[in-house]
């Protein structure tokens, strides 16, 4: 019962810390138990290195979709927003950050190949 209280009024008191919250859970919760399902089937090691280079290999994937496919349409001359390379310059981001990880990933993957096969 105190613990009830104590999250709800944690949660309804700030909604800046719940959305952080919420959203660190949901990221732990949805690679966790892929990495849990590669750890029981791969090991430690491999599992991890497969995860890493799956979930960068996505994240690179689906932030170049939306460099490509951003938001377009007429803009109402009304309103002030950002033009189309502003809108595009955190996914392109990503998208390099994600690409450099997805291919750590995959050099690390291909040494412990290596170090596997020597052994």
Do not use: C
């Not at 919250?21 to 919760?29: E, G, N, Q, W």
């Not at 399902?37 to 979930?55: Q, S």
């Amino acid at each position: 019962m105190f613990f009830r209280e104590l999250f709800r009024g944690l949660l309804s008191s700030n909604l800046f810390v719940t959305g952080i919250l919420l959203t660190a859970v949901s990221v732990a919760l949805f690679y966790g138990s892929i990495y849990l399902f590669n750890y029981t089937n791969l090991g430690k090691r491999l599992g991890f290195l497969v995860t890493g280079a799956a979930t960068f290999g996505w994240l690179a994937i689906t932030s170049l979709l939306f460099v490509i496919y951003a938001p377009r349409g007429p803009k109402p001359d009304n309103i002030e927003g950002l033009n189309a390379l502003e809108i595009r310059i955190i996914p392109i981001t990503y998208l390099l950050v994600s690409t450099v990880l997805f291919l750590v990933f995959l050099v690390a993957l291909h040494q412990y190949e290596e170090a596997q096969e020597a052994t």
